[in-house]
């Protein structure tokens, strides 16, 4: 398996437009979570599905983050409007199984908001 | 709530020991894990603890007390290519919840 798939690995955007980042879980995996990762603030988890199902969302900064998984081989986290505190490394990361200790993730996708 | 208490940078020379500690307060607990990321990297899957003890990879151990809600990495025989940063991470009702990590020096 190729492992978790995220793109874009970069994003440029300026303040106010839509971005819409994707992740391919590893199949079979049925647990998927988006985290975000500044110098400030660490690994925050935004929010994490199982079977397809969002879980919690109690991550997601404000309305303007939503999540969507419409399958078990794909999600999206979409920012609209983007801002620039919005700038920052996003991960998608997916595990075997609920309560399995193990994630595996994605390469990550750099964000920057101008 | 829940909170990860981990040192922000660890320096150690190459070929000693070093130890990085996590202590950590959740509403409930799995168990603790560890995860390393280098600059530019994905975080990645090193060990995990659901009781107490000692447990060991390679170079790599990991120690747990429920007790004390403390946990360590524990790194052997440092290598430069360990240097990376260091995440404490704890499964919390199904997600896994990370402290802010510890950035690992090593000097030649």
């Known amino acids: 398996d190729a492992g978790v798939i995220q793109s874009p690995r970069h994003e440029v955007t300026e303040m106010g437009q839509e971005v819409t980042l994707r992740c391919k879980p590893i199949s079979g995996h049925n647990s998927l979570f988006w985290y975000r990762q500044t110098m400030m603030r660490g690994l925050e988890l935004l929010i994490y599905f199982n079977n397809n199902v969002p879980i919690d969302d109690s991550g997601m900064p404000e309305d303007r983050f939503s999540a969507k998984m419409p399958n078990a081989s794909f999600s999206t986290l979409k920012i609209q409007p983007s801002e620039p505190r919005d700038s920052a490394v996003y991960f998608c990361?997916?595990?075997?199984?609920?309560?399995?200790?193990?994630?595996?993730f994605g390469q990550g996708t750099r964000l920057t908001v101008v | 709530g829940q909170s990860l208490e981990q040192p922000s940078e660890v320096t150690a020379v190459e070929g000693a020991i070093v130890q990085i500690n996590c202590t950590y307060q959740t509403s409930g607990f799995y168990g603790l894990s560890w995860y390393q990321q280098h600059d530019g990297g994905a975080p990645t899957f090193l060990s995990y603890n659901a009781l107490d003890g000692l447990e060991e990879t390679g170079r790599f151990s990991s120690f747990l007390s429920r007790s004390d809600s403390y946990g360590y990495l524990l790194l052997q025989e440092l290598q430069m290519k360990d240097s990376a940063s260091y995440f404490c991470?704890?499964?919390?009702?199904?997600?896994?919840?990370f402290g802010k990590g510890t950035r690992l020096h090593i000097l030649p």
């Open positions: 990361a997916s595990s075997p199984r609920v309560g399995n200790t193990e994630a595996f």
């Open positions: 991470a704890v499964l919390l009702d199904d997600k896994i919840i």
